[in-house]
């Protein structure tokens, strides 16, 4: 993790709790531990998602892990899982809406489910089997943006209509 100098587990003496303390690099020094209500929201998710990464070998599902992270962060989420499956064989599903963990090239238009929003409801399609998602990418638009454009709710702009 970025700026994580030592991760630490400690248990609470009265209730036998365990909870979570991390030190970190620092520009002040001599800054000290900090405790697990004292990491942000996107360390807390940080350390969940790498927890649940290496936890066991059985398919893992995921659901928008890049909520509360940077997208500097976001963008290794790709490059980890591709890791972690070539390592351990394990299968990770994620559903997300980020553009940023589409960005990675690696990523094939066959590893993606497109959900598109109907009239009737949502049609799945594998990206690939979509001539038209085919031809986006054969002239050179990066898969994110096709996703994005593709999977974005139908009239979105209407919500500038909202008046106070």
Known sequence: MPQLKELDLERDEATGTPHLKGLYEHWRPGAGWQSEEQFSDGTLRLL???WSLLEAKSPLLLEEPE???????????????HRLERARGRQVILSSHSSDLLLDE???A???????????GTSVHVAASIGEVV???????PLAEVVAERSAPRDASQLLLFDL
């Not at 031809?135 to 638009?141: E, T």
């Open 110 to 120: 066959e590893e993606v489910l497109l959900l598109e929003p109907t009239k009737d």
């Open 106 to 108: 690696g990523i094939g």
């Open 135 to 141: 031809d986006m990418l054969r002239s050179g638009i």
């Open 48 to 50: 969940a998602l790498l």
């Open 67 to 81: 909520l509360s992270l940077h997208p500097a962060v976001v963008r290794h989420i790709p490059q980890m899982l």
